[in-house]
């Protein structure tokens, strides 16, 4: 829009007319000057040898550089489905939410807001993410429980299978035990006699066994009477799973270790001591 006035002028430079008797004494007689080299609204001023130029600045155009680009049109600058929206001067793009940044030219790293639930593990990618989900979850974020028992049937040994939401169970048959059915029950039916009971210790099992018994199966009868718990001269015989004390004349309870009173009336004869 300028042409040359000077030699080598540059944008944004002042040249100011001066009457040095020579080269401007003509037109000094018309007008003088100090002119800043610049360009109008909405242009930028472009350098070239000895000259320059005004274009138009980004998201203008016409003559005057005045009109709007509608660079919606023009250019369509929202890259990955962004939707352009025009306006006077510059233009503005609504992203997808997988992309960002003026254009939707950034991809959204999604992980920052932890998008997979139940501890799945996130990795973004180019335009979307993936989350890598434990074996209890599925779905785009981990948020679907796994049927397990449609999925794998995991119960062994005829177990049936529950599923429930994030996990599973089973109910096993007769004789298996374990959150997969895959260990031998012992105690089903208990081995342990005498109400012993039965409890699984590493891959077999052990009996406690109630008082009077003893053995792996609780199935010896243990004799009280070695310890001699009679008092007071009683005799002691043993049961199974029990001991019985006679007691003297003078003395009863079940070890024989209250006075009988002068007062008390029946036999006090023998008593049968068992803690079972
Ligand atoms: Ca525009
Ligand atoms: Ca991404
Ligand atoms: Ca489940």
């Given at each position: 829009m300028y042409g040359v006035m000077y030699p080598n002028v540059q944008c944004g430079e002042v040249h100011e007319a001066k009457n040095?008797?020579?080269?401007f004494h003509i037109i000094e007689t018309f007008f003088s000057f100090s002119s800043l080299y610049t360009c109008g609204t909405n242009q930028v001023c472009k350098n070239s040898a000895g000259s320059y130029t005004c274009i138009c600045d980004v998201g203008w155009q016409g003559v005057s550089c005045l009109d709007d680009e509608d660079e919606c049109v023009t250019?369509?600058?929202?890259?990955?489905g962004g939707i352009c929206l025009n306006s006077i001067g510059s233009y503005m793009c609504n992203c997808q939410n997988e992309w960002t940044g003026q254009d939707c030219q950034d991809d959204v790293n999604e992980c920052l807001n932890t998008?997979?639930?139940?501890a799945g593990s996130c990795t973004n990618t180019n335009g979307s993410y993936m989350c890598a989900c434990v074996q209890e979850w599925s779905g785009t974020n981990c948020q679907m429980d796994v049927d397990e028992c449609k999925l794998?049937?995991?119960?062994?040994?005829g177990g049936q299978c529950n599923n429930k939401v994030g996990s599973y169970d089973c109910d096993c048959t007769v004789g298996w035990r374990g959150s997969n059915c895959s260990l031998i029950d012992y105690c089903i039916p208990t081995p342990c006699n005498n109400s012993g009971t039965c409890q699984h210790v590493n891959k077999t099992y052990m009996c406690t066994c109630a008082t009077g018994w003893s053995g792996t199966n609780c199935n010896q009868d243990v004799d009280e009477c070695v310890s001699g718990p009679c008092l007071n001269n009683g005799n002691c015989t043993n049961l199974a799973g029990s001991f019985l004390c006679q007691c003297g004349s003078n003395w009863t309870g079940q070890v024989c270790d209250s006075q009988v009173s002068a007062y008390s009336s029946g036999n006090p004869g023998k008593t049968i001591a068992s803690n079972t």
């Open positions: 040095d008797g020579r080269f250019s369509s600058p929202c890259q990955h998008p997979c639930d139940h794998t049937n995991p119960c062994l040994n």
